[in-house]
């Protein structure tokens, strides 16, 4: 799975770098790879506290729709394994946040 990411297993417990896409709904905060949407089985959790205030004050989620966010993003942080096990893997002590909407970048942190 980490293969669609462009990541090796190997890099488990390191700090990596994700060009991937931001799933926001109201059930669960997630990385896909850059060519699946929310429907993707190859998830990455992503621990990030307060995320999703931060980027409504920056960018502003989707209205209208039960995803707030579905962006491209690049986010570096320590891979490690999951919390569920249908989502074996995640990502935290994120270091870099770039958010990509509409040929605009927008640094989150």
């Known amino acids: 799975m ?15 770098t994700l060009y991937a896409v931001l799933v926001i709904t109201n059930t669960e905060c997630v990385l896909v790879p850059k060519n699946e949407d929310k429907t993707s089985s190859n998830k990455i959790e992503i621990f990030f506290p307060n995320l999703e205030c931060l980027l409504d ?3 502003g989620g989707w209205v209208g729709s039960d995803i707030y966010y579905m962006d491209e993003v ?5 891979l490690d394994k999951g919390t569920r096990i249908n989502i074996p893997f995640s990502i935290s002590q994120i270091s870099n946040f770039i958010l990509k909407r509409d040929g605009d970048e927008y640094k989150i942190l």
């Open 2 to 16: 980490l293969n669609k990411f462009n990541i090796d297993i190997d890099r488990l417990g390191m700090q990596v």
């Open 57 to 59: 004050e920056v960018v």
């Open 74 to 78: 690049v986010v570096t942080g320590f």
